[in-house]
């Protein structure tokens, strides 16, 4: 597994930015596919966005497509999250992962807490 720590969380004015990071540890990066899931108060986690092991293939969900980009710099063992447009229902705790390409196996990281004020 790898240690995952998250940055850039805070709190933004609906129609503001945020760019989150996350900073892996470990040797095996590169073997990973990383992520984004969020987590509202009261409501299930939920899938935001990925990026592939290269770094080739993004995939980002219907609700926040067009406005959060998911990238990678494998150099950096970092992934982020640019998220523009914001609105008052992005407001949840976004937690980064990693899946192994070799096991499967996935780690999450602590959370960054993210606040869109109407």
């Known amino acids: 597994q790898v240690q995952l720590v998250e940055s850039g969380g805070g709190l933004v004015q609906a129609g503001g930015s945020l760019r989150l990071s996350c900073v892996a540890s470990g040797r095996t990066f590169s073997r990973h596919s990383m992520g984004w899931f969020r987590q509202a108060p009261g409501k299930e986690r939920e899938f935001v966005a990925a990026v592939s092991w290269s770094g080739g293939s993004t995939y980002i969900a219907d609700s926040v497509k067009g406005r959060f980009t998911c990238s990678r710099d494998n150099a950096k063992n970092t992934v982020y999250l640019q998220m523009n447009s914001l609105k008052p229902e992005d407001t949840a705790v976004y937690y980064c992962?990693?899946?192994?390409?070799?096991?499967?196996?996935?780690?999450w990281g602590q959370g960054t807490q993210v606040t869109v004020s109407s």
């Open positions: 992962y990693a899946d192994s390409t070799v096991d499967g196996a996935r780690s």
